[in-house]
């Protein structure tokens, strides 16, 4: 089943620097860092090429191999599927998260009676479909529905340029360095290590000598986009504004109500969190189906959606408790997930190849 | 809910077949030797086509010494009798009297004599077989049989009633040759030989239709068109089992890659230029007798947006044109629901003297939005519908009722607001600019109308995902359905929302190379597929 399907470099890039935008628009997780924002994110992308190099450099060492079938390899039958379980759980988590956090922007900015299940329910339904379809039309899909997150940005950041105040970013570096790593950490585990999902992706890729090249653009896309949309906050809002709001995006049209593109950034909001939703749950369906070696992970897709949906409906209390943990609790809670087991991983994987290559050299 | 309709159509399929085998079945594919003696020869052929009055047969008597009994068995309307009289009878009756009397003829040769001196018919084949002569005289040959001997001559000498060639009706241009396809396969295949006059243009014929037997074409360029899909269409045409084939709507509903779904995947077209067009691209044709509606595989979305007229008249207009049916397909899709969206939902959208406006012509209206949308969407769809059903004279009759009464006495009555009526009237100008995608229209609009009243613009953007995830999915013989859009060819952009020039689309100086040369890379993603 795996094989059959494939996708293309650009298909990834497009994937990849859906996904990793995703709904950190939304949270915006450097936003702890206030006006010093920006240096966090340049930081931070500086540091994710090293982050998601060591991803596609564990995908090149184990070729072919999805992040079950590795960790199964490397740490035996037993515990492989265990922490196979554990990322499993991971994935469902974060598919849920992103749900969550983009219903909850829709009921906030654009649909404040809706209740927040309803919206999360009737924005499964193509994400559910899509599953059903298969990752290649997910990918082509995405190739198609993604040309409007380009026009949105150019149309949202034409639409205030004059409202721009480069003062705003002064002073520099006003409450010291501490700030600005901190929330530099933030950008680092919320949506650049979430790309450890991506290793579930890569044996689809069909040219995989190109895969660093395609994942280094779409991180160095993501950065821009990021860059600019947090310099754009910034200069326009002001740090007073910016830091009492939820989704500073969203701020800026009811501030400026010159500017009408709320419509066009929900649409790509929600453009880009169903890529991202849909990248954890494939990668969910398929690690499923590879833990308990079925051939297909289509009957899965349905309660998998289902319980994505309500567990998106119980994870917070409300949208600050989202933002709370988002900021404060999450960025721990990754730490194995994202940093400490693929470091084992590339180090096992390192010795194992060094290893094999002893003994052909004997 | 698919599986189990699957389900139920393979029991259909069974059942089917069973009542197919207790029939009984006269295409018997066995070699039957022609009978040695011309009477039972004719006491065969009367049994066969009893009480069929259109069946003739003419027994003649040859030479002076050797007398020859011949027997000619054609069917009536079919052939073309003053042919027949000139080139069978005449020549047998009058001419083989010299012949066969200057030499003493033994009745082993009297077969090539016949062949090569007798009979002044163009096409004259030898046939062993009595199931085929049989095959041949249905099919409109002419068939002669000759006492004491085992084999028979079929002679061509079809004439039927045909209509002439015209301009059709469906796909007319301003620019462009005004000839189409008719009802004769022959004729067909001749106009598409006359269009490309090469060698590797190959017509291969096949049999469809177990009672119909009727003549079906594959016609493909050689090394131009994918192998691949030459084999998965033939296996597919082989896998049809049906007792008629009336039209080539029936050969492409057995063939299609996806018959739940409303997007066509195989394409129809009434125009020769069109379909040698196709065929140069490496597309595959399929004639079909009995019909002027010709088939191409594989089928992308964007041929929906393309015409042929689009390449007679220049790049730029051409080019415009062609955005400018990209914009009506938005338009006849969504307008309605952008309506209904802007309405219940984003009335901020809208400038300030425009809302009054539409406030103004709501008031008094006792419905929502939505269902002013939908009925009058239904009322386009039945005058479309009647349009076209009904006899020319009374069709002005419709137009009248249409424009008129309901277009007027609507609004007045205060069932549906004024602007409502130009959303529609709108919308349905811009469906008739993309005629080849009339079919799948009224799903999209009622989905999207839907879509809309439940959750706005955003309900929008959810169908519209689910219907972009739908095509990308499809694929048409192999060919992924979305093809230069996604997966993306940067290749194939020169010919889909604008025309680039021709001169960079086809590489003529290389006339070398038959192989493919880069217009749509159709044949690069096949996929082995099973039926």
């Known amino acids: 089943m795996l094989n059959k399907i494939q996708i293309s470099n650009k298909q990834l890039i497009i994937l990849m620097t859906g996904f990793l935008l995703g709904d950190a628009l939304i949270i915006n997780p450097v936003s702890g860092a206030g006006r010093d924002a920006w240096i966090s994110i340049i930081l931070t992308w500086l540091v994710s090429y090293i982050l998601i190099g060591m991803y596609v450099y564990i995908a090149k060492l184990n070729p072919n191999k999805t992040l079950v079938e590795i960790l199964i390899d490397i740490f035996g039958d037993f515990f492989g599927r265990a922490l196979s379980l554990i990322y499993i759980w991971y ?29 999360a329910i009737l924005s499964s339904i193509p994400l559910a479909i899509g599953l059903k379809y298969g990752m290649e039309a997910i990918g082509r899909t995405g190739i198609i529905v993604s040309l409007i997150i380009p026009i949105t940005l150019i149309i949202s950041t034409m639409s205030v340029i004059d409202h721009i105040d480069i003062t705003n970013l002064q002073p520099i570096l006003k409450y010291g360095i501490k700030p600005v790593l901190k929330s530099s950490f933030n950008l680092l585990t919320f949506p650049f290590g979430e790309g450890i999902v991506f290793l579930m992706v890569f044996p689809l890729i069909n040219k995989k000598e190109n895969l660093f090249k395609s994942s280094f653009i779409s991180v160095s896309i993501v950065g821009v986009i990021f860059l600019l949309i947090s310099l754009r906050n910034i200069t326009v809002l002001g740090e007073n504004i910016l830091e009492r709001g939820y989704f500073s995006s969203h701020l800026i049209e009811t501030i400026h109500p010159g500017a009408i593109f709320d419509p066009f950034i929900s649409v790509s909001q929600l453009i880009l969190a169903a890529l991202q939703i849909w990248i954890f749950l494939y990668a969910l369906l398929i690690a499923i189906s590879q833990m308990f070696n079925f051939n297909d992970y289509k009957p899965f897709v349905f309660p998998i959606v289902i319980i994505s949906v309500s567990l998106s409906h119980w994870i917070y209390d409300n949208a600050p408790d989202m933002f709370r943990v988002a900021k404060e609790i999450y960025p721990f809670y990754a730490i194995p997930f994202q940093f400490i087991i693929p470091i084992i991983i590339l180090v096992i994987s390192l010795i194992k190849q060094r290893r094999s290559k002893g003994k052909v050299s004997e | 809910m698919f599986r189990k309709l699957k389900h139920i159509f393979k029991y259909i399929k069974l059942d089917k077949e069973k009542l197919r085998k207790d029939k009984i079945n006269i295409s018997e594919n066995i070699n039957q030797q022609i009978p040695n003696h011309i009477d039972n020869i004719e006491f065969k052929l009367k049994e066969i086509f009893q009480d069929s009055n259109d069946f003739i047969i003419r027994k003649i008597t040859t030479g002076n010494q050797f007398k020859t009994r011949i027997l000619i068995a054609y069917i009536d ?22 012949v066969i009397d200057d030499e003493s003829i033994s009745k082993r040769n009297i077969i090539e004599l016949f062949e090569e001196t007798l009979i002044t018919a163009s096409e004259i084949k030898k046939v062993d077989d009595f199931n085929r002569t049989i095959k041949a005289i249905l099919s409109g040959d002419t068939v002669i049989f000759i006492d004491g001997t085992e084999s028979s001559f079929v002679v061509s000498m079809r004439g039927w009633e045909a209509r002439a060639i015209s301009e059709p009706n469906t796909e007319s241009v301003i620019r462009g040759p005004r000839e189409g396809f008719v009802e004769t396969l022959r004729t067909n295949t001749s106009m598409i030989r006359r269009k490309i006059k090469n060698p590797n243009l190959k017509f291969e014929s096949i049999e469809l239709g177990e009672q119909t037997r009727t003549e079906a074409c594959i016609c493909y360029l050689k090394g131009i068109a994918d192998d691949n899909i030459i084999r998965d269409l033939k296996k597919r045409l082989s896998c049809i089992k049906s007792d008629g084939i009336l039209e080539s709507g029936y050969i492409e509903q057995f063939i299609e890659d996806a018959p739940f779904s409303p997007f066509p995947t195989i394409g129809v077209s009434e125009r020769p230029d069109k379909v040698a067009g196709k065929i140069l691209e490496g597309r595959i044709a399929i004639l079909c007798d009995g019909t002027p509606f010709v088939l191409t595989v594989p089928y992308l979305f964007i041929e929906s947006l393309q015409s042929n007229e689009d390449y007679y008249s220049r790049t730029l207009y051409s080019s415009f044109n062609r955005l400018l049916r990209f914009v009506s397909l938005i338009i006849t899709t969504m307008l309605p629901a952008l309506y209904v969206a802007i309405l219940n939902f984003h009335t901020e959208v809208i400038p300030v003297k425009l809302v009054f406006s539409i406030l103004n012509s709501n008031e008094g209206i006792p419905f929502e939005p939505v269902w002013e949308a939908i009925f009058m969407l239904i009322i386009f769809e039945l005058i479309r519908e009647a349009g076209v059903r009904m006899p020319k004279p009374i069709g002005q009759t419709v137009s009248i009722v249409g424009a008129l009464v309901i277009g007027q006495a609507v609004v007045e009555a205060g069932l549906v607001s004024d602007i409502m009526i130009i959303i529609v009237a709108l919308t349905a100008i811009s469906g008739f600019i993309v005629p080849s995608l009339s079919e799948i229209l009224p799903f999209i609009r009622l989905a999207l109308i839907i879509g809309a009243n439940i959750l706005g613009y955003m309900g929008i953007v959810l169908i519209v995902v689910i219907v972009i995830l739908h095509i990308s999915s499809l694929r048409s013989f192999g060919v992924p359905y979305m093809s230069p859009f996604a997966p993306f060819r940067s290749k194939g952009m020169k010919d889909t929302l604008i025309r680039m020039p021709l001169w960079t689309m086809f590489r003529k100086t290389e006339s070398l190379s038959w192989k493919y040369s880069g217009r749509y890379s159709i044949n690069k993603n096949f996929n082995e597929k099973e039926e």
């Open chain 2, 77 to 98: 309307g079919l052939i073309d009798k003053q042919l027949i009289d000139d080139n069978i009878l005449k020549p047998l009756l009058l001419e083989s009297q010299k």
């Open chain 1, 91 to 119: 994935f469902l988590h974060l598919s849920s998260l992103v749900l969550r956090s983009y219903s909850e922007y829709m009921i906030i900015a654009n649909y404040p009676e809706t209740p927040l299940i309803y919206m």
